[in-house]
């Protein structure tokens, strides 16, 4: 029996590497995820450097800004720039359409800018050229070509019959042809996984003990992935009368699975909790912003007379600060409040957007390993929400230093007054970190359950094709 | 003939195959007309916000004149006044979003304004389902539809060959170009049927907006002439002597680098041969131009610390004397990273030619308005109002007088027109490789007769 099984593993084999248009096709996919990590690695490489020489050169000019006031300097202020981690070459996520960097100016909360995707030259977008591209979508496709056949066509051939009556059961058959496909993906996907973890490896600021549980993780998630796209294969296989309609029954499938479901799951998202257009977030903050003191002014009465009171003082002149720097702190202290409120409710939108369209994940399992991937890679929605969160507790903190900077030594001159270019040396340099892997692993946790449940689903099918091989013999 | 195409549609209808692919188009159709309407209400939604924003902040101005007492309360108008932008709302959002989600249309212009600064109103689209992409009628014609006329024409002919019905539905059929149309007909009605009638509720439920009927019968042609293309490639498919699993693989693999493999290689092989300069960088340069700029003025001009009128001049002049060094600074690279855009756009034109797909979902984009180029114009003309709207306010710094109303209203107005849309490329390549590819399928059946 056992032998039986093994030869017919070694035929399939066999009949692949004859076939030239499974073989091309197969190392045309080969070829694709290959060319996608070099393209990724020159990608991110380019952009780190851009970076990093683009945040030396701002660093200078704001250490050499000279005597300056420090409300005119927060003005100024400094950009935060978004650096692209070396894991992103497996998946680039949200990354080209999230900005990439912040003006972190006195009073204003800026939304990020810079999406890369604003320089694609074509409108036709059907995702951005990654590893995770091709393991997402072309690998399942080729995995569903090459196995609609593979049961299929023992039954059009009348062979399938002869192999059960010669010895070989239903369960050892279906085992063996799962073998054979997983053998053609294992072929296909090592070289891609060894190549990607070279160029993570030679990208600087690898971090190879974080990194390597998160390699691990993805690697695992897109095994299950695509253990799930095999099992599928075989059982459409085993339940289809001929190969041309296996084909087109699971090409079908890969159509739903790959590009209708998850689109169709970002545009209900859409719906279900849209987002405010830009010009109507803008609108709500400047009505908001309208009701509130400038710093500018020295209109808040209330405001002044409460300083005097902590002071211990009854007038203005008296006062050993400058009031016009803690007017513009007390500004600010409002104008958060205001953006907390406003940005709060954009991002509890997009966390409404992305659970909505996570349930996708029970139809599809693409949507639960993007979720899965995006995550591990670093470049998911919590991640630029992380970034953006970051930038802004700087900007906040370094506007503070600013304020406090001309309430403690421009009494007398507010705003003429020169803060010492010392000042500008102590203001820190902002720098990103990226979210841990504890905090990863609870944001994908259920699309890990989602993706399990697929492997659960996976197992069930194999029986119903076990039962259907051995109910078709009889 | 009628009666050959009603048989062979009473046998298609029967299918199961057939019925879940019409189950499938009209699932799409409908989620992309509704997708559609939520981007097409988000659109005017913003344009309305932007309008009565703007309507609000002149309002405001219109006020603080009429109720100044003296000059200084309108002392710093050439500052505080501006000018707004909005780019008209495209005439077909609803069907091909192109763009939309990610390109800024609306923006408040005044002295401070720079160029490289120009678009401070970011679209808010959550970059998730940005990147996992949307449904529309676009999509449904280029991407979705011919893979599901693959699915009801694989076995078109292939079948009846493997079964060794050919020659007898042939004779029965009277002519290969009679039994070609018979099936070809109702198998094109089940995917386009579905798409021309969504047209036409979108149509029916949309806004009333001048050119807008016009534009969607040229975006369905051009839709249909696509499908057509697709179909003509699965009879030719057809004409081989191969099996139904064979010509499905092939059809699949045509497919796959058509739609999917071809398009997103152009953009990044064009990405990675002509990279465009850093946007950091050019963050960087301005900062740098702001600062040496400012220190400059600041030791050139030491009437800035008056707090009269004469010094509220000076510091408006300091002002937008800065943002020009800054401007002159930094236009060479916005310069730089245009022509880099455009070379790319270029190539990605060139590239174009090898994935017809491409070229008509680029094609549908430009007739909905949602197109990179329309973009690229409107920012181009946004830059060019900018310099004028700069140049009248500073002509008011220049003068001893503070701004009336009458300045106030002659403060030059935006006006752009959408360039023309730029689809005749895509549909007579398209209709050349249709007709081109029918001609060599219909004599390759006609051979067939005479085995």
């Known amino acids: ?97 999230a900005g990439n960097a912040i003006w972190m100016e006195a009073h204003n909360q800026n939304p990020p800018r810079n999406r890369p995707a604003r320089d694609n030259a074509s409108a ?39 192999m059960l009556v010669s010895g070989a059961d239903a369960s050892s058959l279906v085992a063996r042809k799962l073998g054979v496909l997983g053998r053609i993906a294992a072929m ?27 390699v691990a993780i993805w690697g695992g998630s897109y095994a299950i992935y695509l253990f799930v796209a095999v099992v599928i294969a075989i059982a459409v296989s085993a339940m289809s009368a001929s190969t041309s309609r296996a084909m087109m029954l699971l090409i079908g499938l890969w159509l739903g699975a790959t590009l209708l479901v998850p689109r169709m799951a970002a545009s209900v998202a859409a719906v279900v909790a849209p987002a405010p257009p830009a010009e109507v977030f803008a609108a709500e903050i400047a009505r908001d912003r309208a009701t509130q003191a400038s710093g500018h002014d020295g209109s808040e009465e209330a405001f002044v007379q409460s300083v005097l009171r902590r002071y211990g003082v009854t007038s203005e002149a008296d006062l050993p600060v400058s009031l016009a720097g803690l007017e513009l702190e007390e500004s600010e202290r409002q104008g958060n409040l205001i953006f907390d409120r406003r940005f709060g409710e954009l991002e509890a939108v997009y966390t409404r957007q992305r659970e909505a369209a996570r349930l996708a994940g029970v139809v599809s399992p693409l ?62 340099v902002f720098v990103y970190q990226p979210l841990p892997l504890g905090v990863v692993a609870q944001l994908v946790w259920p699309d890990l359950l989602i993706l399990l449940a697929w492997c659960a689903l996976a197992f069930f099918l194999l029986a119903r094709a076990r039962r259907h091989i051995s109910s078709s013999a009889l | 003939m009628l009666r050959l195409l009603t048989l062979e549609t009473r046998r298609l209808l029967r299918e199961p195959l057939a019925l879940a692919v019409l189950a499938l188009t009209v699932l799409a159709c409908l989620l992309a007309g509704l997708s559609g309407r939520a981007v097409l209400d988000q659109q005017l939604a913003g344009r309305a916000a932007f309008a009565q924003s703007s309507s609000d902040a002149a309002d405001r101005i219109q006020k603080q004149i009429a109720e100044a007492t003296g000059p200084a309360d309108v002392a710093f108008l050439p500052v505080r006044v501006s000018s707004p932008i909005v780019a008209p709302a495209p005439l077909l959002a609803d069907f091909s979003a192109g763009r939309l989600g990610i390109e800024p249309y609306s923006a408040t212009l005044n002295l401070r304004t720079r160029s490289d600064t120009l678009f401070r109103t970011e679209q808010l689209d959550n970059p998730e389902l940005l990147a996992r992409g949307s449904i529309d009628l676009g999509l449904v014609a280029v991407v979705i539809a011919p893979l599901l006329l693959i699915a009801l024409g694989y076995g078109l002919f292939t079948q009846d060959r493997e079964s060794g ?42 806004p009333a907006i001048a050119g807008r009927v016009d534009a969607a019968m040229v975006w369905l042609g051009l839709a249909v ?36 493999v071809i ?23 301005a900062r740098l131009a702001e600062i040496s700029a400012t220190q400059d003025y600041e030791t050139d001009h030491p009437e800035l610390v008056s707090e009269d009128m004469q010094g509220w001049q000076a510091s408006m002049r300091k002002s937008a004397t800065i943002n020009a060094t800054v401007e002159d ?63 009248f306010l500073a002509s008011q710094l220049e003068r001893d007088s503070v701004m009336s109303q009458a300045d106030v209203d002659a403060i030059p107005e935006f006006s752009w027109s959408p360039p023309p849309p730029n689809y005749v490329w895509a549909l007579a390549l398209l209709g050349a490789c249709t007709a081109l590819i029918s001609a060599i399928s219909l004599n390759r059946f006609g051979a067939l007769r005479l085995e």
């Not at chain 1, 591209?133 to 019959?161: D, N, Y």
């Not at chain 1, 700087?394 to 507010?414: P, Y």
């Not at chain 2, 953009?267 to 050019?282: D, G, K, L, T």
Request: proline content about 5%; glycine content about 4%.
């Open chain 1, 1 to 97: 029996m056992t032998q039986a099984s093994s030869a017919i593993a070694r035929k399939d084999l066999t009949e692949f590497v004859r076939d030239r248009r499974l073989g091309v096709a197969a190392l045309v996919v080969l070829i694709l995820a290959l060319a996608a990590v070099a393209v990724s690695f020159v990608r991110i490489d380019s952009h780190e450097r851009d970076r990093t020489y683009a945040e030396a050169l701002d660093r200078e000019t704001w250490l050499n800004q000279g005597p300056r006031n420090p409300h005119s300097a927060a003005h100024f202020s400094s950009w935060a720039m978004r650096p692209i981690t070396p894991l992103a070459v497996l998946d680039p996520g949200v990354g080209p359409y």
């Open chain 1, 188 to 214: 296909m996907i090592l070289p891609i996984a060894a190549a990607a973890v070279a160029a993570i490896a030679l990208l600087p600021g690898a971090n190879a003990a974080d990194e390597g549980w998160r």
């Open chain 2, 329 to 391: 600074r930094v236009s060479p690279l916005s310069q730089a990273f245009d022509a880099r855009l455009a070379e790319q756009q270029d190539m990605v034109r060139r590239l174009q030619m090898l994935s017809p797909p491409m070229l008509a979902s680029d094609a549908l984009a430009s007739i909905a308005g949602t197109d990179e180029m329309r973009f690229r114009s409107f920012r181009a003309a946004a830059i060019l109002h900018l310099a004028a709207v700069k140049s």
């Open chain 1, 124 to 162: 036709f977008d059907l995702g951005q050229f990654s590893v995770g591209w091709v393991l997402q979508l072309l690998a399942p496709l080729l995995l569903f070509v090459v196995g609609a056949g593979l049961i299929a066509r023992e039954r059009e051939r009348g062979t399938l019959r002869l």
């Open chain 2, 263 to 285: 398009p997103t290689l152009t953009v990044a092989v064009a990405q990675a041969v002509i990279p465009p300069p850093s946007r950091f960088e050019q963050i960087a340069v």
């Open chain 2, 225 to 260: 002439m696509s499908l057509l293309f697709w179909w003509s490639v699965i009879v030719m498919l057809n004409s081989f002597r191969i099996s139904a699993e064979t010509a499905a693989l092939a059809l699949a693999g045509i497919w796959t680098a058509l739609v999917v």
């Open chain 2, 165 to 206: 019905a050919a020659r007898l539905v042939l004779a029965q059929s009277g002519s290969p170009a009679k039994l070609l149309a018979a099936r070809s007909l109702p198998r094109l009605a089940i995917v386009l049927v579905p798409l021309m009638m969504t047209v036409v509720a979108l149509l029916f439920s949309g």
């Open chain 1, 367 to 428: 949507v639960s390993i993007q979720n899965i991937s995006m995550a591990l890679s670093g470049t998911d929605m919590a991640s630029q929400i992380a970034f953006q969160r970051q930038a802004e507790m700087h900007r906040r903190s370094v506007i503070t230093l600013l304020n406090n900077d001309m309430a403690k030594h421009g009494k007398g001159q507010d705003f003429d007054y020169l803060a010492d270019p010392k000042l500008w040396s102590t203001i820190p």
